[in-house]
């Protein structure tokens, strides 16, 4: 399975960046995409996912309200809109997909906001 994720880069504190990710060559059908943040010292951590047969979502508390993940299964690419965007976003962000037998690993993007 691969995964391309686009649209990292450099904001202002309270600016907005939308990031993409696209699954490929997938041989069972993807039933859950997420993504992943790292930030420098600290272990990843969840953001936000997204099923695939209702489309329920789930946030971590840091970004509820300012993030939203959608799907389009139609394409298999997975979005992640960021608003009012903080520093503390700052990290290396990962996109995942999970089927029924394993779960993959974007190459990850970086987002930097600054203060």
């Known amino acids: 399975v691969q995964l391309v994720e686009s649209g990292g880069g450099l904001v202002q504190a309270g600016g907005s960046l939308r990031l993409s990710c696209e699954a490929s060559?997938?041989?069972?059908?993807?039933?859950?995409m997420g993504w992943y943040r790292q930030a420098p010292g600290k272990q990843r951590e969840l953001v936000a996912t997204i099923k695939s047969g209702n489309s329920s979502t789930h946030y971590a508390d840091s970004v509820k309200g300012r993030f939203t993940i959608s799907r389009d299964n139609a394409k298999n690419t997975m979005y992640l809109q960021m608003n009012s965007l903080k520093p503390e976003d700052t990290a290396v962000y990962y996109c995942m997909a999970k089927h029924q037998w394993g779960g993959y690993w974007g190459q990850g993007t970086q987002i930097t906001v600054s203060s």
């Open positions: 060559g997938s041989p069972f059908p993807i039933n859950a």
